[in-house]
């Protein structure tokens, strides 16, 4: 089958850094992705990883270990704005039709 | 506007109605996808398309027809409503060679 686990819920301090996990079972796998979602709003596109390693993009950063079908996502420098639900995705192999599978979400809460 | 769009952004409807929820997007794309988000199950895949012409089932289609005659378009059609269809759908779409999944505003339905 299919799985992907992240926390439900977290909760971090303004100008701290936080990070959140992701861990995954597929059958198969050819990338995965993070997406950020503010409330009553669409999902927005942060993060692809597709070998192992970490890929840093300003404030955020995303690792991939393959072996242990892990991730994470880092959060450095905690805004308010951060405050969102972030989404692990990972893409089966097959790539060809670009389907993702989406874990529930993590809803950071950042506080003052 | 380029972009993607979705249309209505905001539906009531009763049981038993057919409901059509309406997706477009400027880019040209050829993957397009429909997801519904619902607490505790995060983003579910119910048809996605490859190109025009060419459909297929994703997690959840029971209850939901598509079609793609046009590749800027890819309409969700509900036959008939039910309550379980209340949920907020989010379309989305992604270049052959693209890693990303751009995701429209989303339709918030509420079936009474």
């Known amino acids: 089958g299919q799985n992907i686990d992240q926390p439900t819920e977290m909760t971090a301090t303004e100008g701290a850094i936080v990070q959140i996990n992701c861990t995954y079972q597929?059958?198969?796998?050819?990338?995965l992705f993070w997406y950020q979602q503010h409330a009553g709003e669409a999902p927005t596109f942060l993060s692809y990883?597709?070998?192992?390693g970490l890929e840093e993009k300003g404030r955020f950063s995303s690792f991939l270990s393959r072996s242990k079908g892990y991730s994470y996502l880092l959060l450095k420098e905690l805004q308010m704005k951060d405050s969102a639900s972030y989404l692990c995705?990972?893409?089966?192999?097959?790539?060809?039709?670009?389907?993702?599978?989406f874990g529930t979400g993590t809803l950071l809460a950042v506080q003052p | 506007d380029a972009g993607i769009t979705q249309s209505p952004r905001y539906k009531i409807t009763e049981t038993g109605r057919q409901v059509t929820l309406m997706c477009h997007q400027t880019?040209?794309?050829?993957?397009m996808f429909w997801y519904r988000q619902d607490l505790g199950h995060g983003l579910r895949l119910i048809y996605y398309?490859?190109?025009?012409?060419?459909?297929d089932k994703g997690e959840v289609p029971d209850g939901y027809v598509v079609s793609r005659s046009k590749t800027e378009n890819f309409p969700l059609t509900l036959e008939s409503a039910t309550r379980s269809q209340t949920s907020v759908y989010f379309c989305?779409?992604?270049?052959?060679?693209?890693?990303?999944?751009?995701f429209g505003p989303g339709t918030r339905l509420t079936v009474l």
């Open positions: 989305a779409s992604s270049g052959t060679s693209s890693n990303e999944q751009f």
């Open positions: 597929t059958s198969g796998f050819n990338g």
């Open positions: 398309s490859a190109a025009a012409d060419i459909t």
């Open positions: 880019w040209s794309h050829s993957y």
């Open positions: 990883n597709v070998l192992d």
């Open positions: 995705a990972v893409r089966g192999y097959g790539g060809a039709t670009n389907k993702l599978i």
